[in-house]
């Protein structure tokens, strides 16, 4: 079974920075693109940061500058580095993987990350 497991989510302080990371279990995987996406109260599910498999990266203009995605194709991860985080941040983050070969979109389970005094 394919899971997604996601790690690093918590309470941070504005101008804090947080570090998200996401594991692929389950089998061998032929991953295409590996990221993040989140999804606050009462909004759409939106895409954060993204990796592809020719090295290509491509953010939010909300989080531009701000955050870097790099990821480890031999561990099958993905790490979601967030720094001068906002309020605005706070959200459900969930990571996301697309398998080529199997054709299949997976999602973890979201993790919170809350931006509060």
């Known amino acids: 079974q394919v899971q997604l497991v996601e790690s690093g989510g918590g309470l941070v302080q504005p101008g804090g920075s947080l570090r998200l990371s996401c594991a692929a279990s389950?089998?061998?995987?032929?991953?295409?693109?590996m990221g993040w996406y989140r999804q606050a109260p009462g909004q759409e599910r939106e895409l954060v940061a993204i990796?592809?498999?020719?090295?290509?990266?491509d953010y939010a203009d909300a989080v531009k500058g701000r955050s870097t995605i790099s990821r480890d194709n031999a561990q099958d991860t993905v790490h979601l580095q967030m720094n001068s985080l906002k309020p605005d941040d706070t959200a459900v983050y969930y990571c996301?993987?697309?398998?080529?070969?199997?054709?299949?979109?997976?999602w973890g389970p979201g993790t919170q990350v809350t931006v509060s005094p």
């Open positions: 990796s592809a498999n020719d090295g290509t990266t």
């Open positions: 996301y993987m697309y398998d080529w070969r199997r054709g299949q979109a997976y």
């Open positions: 389950g089998g061998a995987f032929s991953i295409y693109k």
